[in-house]
């Protein structure tokens, strides 16, 4: 009794944020019992509070030793070794917590995240045909097997697994129009649209599903609504950084990269640059040190909130970037950087006609694109997920017709998705010097 008094004393001090008085409860408690599951669980829980990610999975495995029925304990551990980089025991970790408690909502929500990067997961799929066998009302085990069978390259019980999840209905569901997306891209449209038209019509006034209805349905749009981008953003603004770092994103650090070997020639730092579509700001911190002055421009009130806490833009703007170069700007900018942001828009000739304005001369744009690889086809097209791809014919061309220079263009992969490498372009564009 007197042992389980302590331990609560310490986990009241851990929450408060009184690391001192939660470890001497801790370790009061280990004094007495060496072999406390809690005791070191919340002891490993709190080393990694400290900053010792490695003393933390220590512990938390002697706990789980000591119970080896601890969902929390797994999943916990899972969370530490996904942050030092170990995500393949990460992901045993939170599937030994399902296994122990099927509806663990966060583990689920772990298995979810790390399997959208993952390239190959052989050794869960048994598990979790296990998983759906037992409990076969688990939206969330549904959802994974999907996932997962996706990944095997099983294309038809994947679309089947997904289709079982739209039964659950679209409440259940923190991205209510994820299964029809990649339904689509598994070549179930006519369900996706479906699926997609019934939460439209309980809810007209929902953007993200009447936009993704529209891209699903193969829709003439030239770009993404406004309200969508901001509504879609907003609301992943929380755990951009983290998703797309497990799809292994690299548009940042590609486009950073050109800027730093152009910043090196150059021999000087650009006076006044322009981050378009900056979202949480990755790109920020990579070109910061070749920049006098930096700004970032985003429709996403959520993820300028996440870029502000950077402290490395000097202005953060609020708006739609092509209205934002053609407004009055206080200077023209001698670069500017668009990552993973024209995807957004299809017809880019609004925007590189607003560019070629808001660039001094010498000016340059360093960008990247989904590359759409079919010359024979449209300049640009939206795919299932509501981006677009285009052309780097069209690039040239739409840059050309506004007085811009397509300087270089160079095939990248941007990062992966469902087990597959995103394809994408780098290229930059100039502004002529005045003659
Ligand atoms: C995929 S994110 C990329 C963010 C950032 N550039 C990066 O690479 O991490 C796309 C961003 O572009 C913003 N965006 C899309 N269309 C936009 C537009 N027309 N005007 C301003 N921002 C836009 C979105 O709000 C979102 O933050």
């Keep these: 009794m007197q042992i389980d008094a302590k331990l609560q004393e310490g986990i009241a001090a851990h929450r408060?944020?009184?690391?001192?008085?939660?470890?001497?409860?801790?370790?009061?408690?280990?004094?007495?019992?060496p072999d406390h599951a809690d005791g070191l669980h919340f002891l490993g829980l709190l080393h990694f509070d400290a900053g010792k990610p490695e003393n933390a999975i220590v512990l938390i495995r002697k706990s789980i030793e000591q119970n080896s029925k601890n969902a929390s304990a797994y999943n916990n551990l899972g969370n530490i070794l996904k942050l030092t980089d170990e995500q393949d025991q990460a992901l045993e970790a939170y599937v030994r917590a399902v296994e122990i408690e099927p509806r663990h909502e966060e583990a689920w929500s772990n298995i979810n995240v790390l399997l959208e990067g993952a390239s190959n997961n052989d050794d869960l799929l048994p598990i979790?045909?296990?998983?759906v066998r037992l409990d076969p009302d688990n939206p969330n085990a549904w959802h994974n097997f999907g996932l997962s069978l996706?990944?095997?390259g099983k294309r038809d019980e994947a679309a089947?697994?997904?289709?079982?999840?739209?039964?659950?209905?679209a409440d259940v569901w923190s991205d209510p129009v994820w299964h029809a997306r990649v339904l689509c891209s598994l070549g179930r449209q006519d369900r996706a649209v479906g699926h997609l038209e019934k939460i439209v019509a309980a809810n007209p006034d929902d953007t993200v599903a009447r936009y993704q209805l529209a891209a699903v349905r193969g829709d003439t749009l030239d770009q993404a609504p406004e309200d969508y981008v901001k509504e879609h953003f907003d609301s992943f603004s929380e755990s951009f950084d983290e998703v797309l770092r497990n799809l292994g994103y690299r548009a940042?650090?590609?486009?950073?990269?050109?800027?730093s070997e152009l910043a090196e020639q150059k021999g000087t730092t650009y006076a006044d640059v322009a981050d378009l579509g900056c979202g949480t700001g990755l790109c920020g911190p990579l070109i910061r040190k070749h920049c006098d002055r930096l700004t970032g421009i985003d429709l996403s009130p959520g993820m300028l909130k996440k870029a502000d806490a950077l402290n490395v833009y000097d202005f953060l703007v609020e708006g739609e970037l092509v209205g934002?170069?053609?407004?009055?700007?206080?200077?023209?900018?001698?670069l500017a950087v668009c990552v993973d942001t024209l995807?957004?828009?299809?017809?880019?000739?609004?925007?590189?006609?607003?560019?070629?304005?808001?660039?001094e001369p010498g000016g340059m744009l360093i960008a990247s694109v989904e590359h759409l690889s079919d010359p024979t086809g449209p300049d640009y097209k939206v795919d299932p997920t509501g981006r677009y791809?285009?052309?780097?014919?069209?690039?040239?061309r739409s840059a050309e017709t506004e007085g811009l220079s397509y300087t270089k263009e160079k095939p990248v992969v941007l990062r992966k998705e469902l087990g597959k490498e995103v394809h994408g372009l780098i290229f930059h564009l100039s502004k002529p010097r005045k003659t």
Excluded: W
């Design 128 to 131: 979790l045909t296990e998983i």
């Design 389 to 396: 791809a285009h052309t780097p014919e069209y690039l040239k």
């Design 16 to 33: 408060e944020g009184d690391l001192q008085t939660a470890l001497a409860a801790y370790k009061e408690v280990l004094t007495t019992d």
């Design 252 to 259: 940042p650090e590609l486009v950073a990269s050109e800027v």
């Design 343 to 359: 995807c957004y828009l299809g017809d880019l000739q609004p925007f590189m006609q607003a560019l070629f304005a808001a660039l």
């Design 324 to 334: 934002f170069l053609n407004s009055d700007l206080p200077t023209q900018f001698d």
């Design 160 to 169: 089947d697994a997904l289709e079982r999840c739209l039964e659950f209905g």
């Design 150 to 152: 996706m990944l095997a």
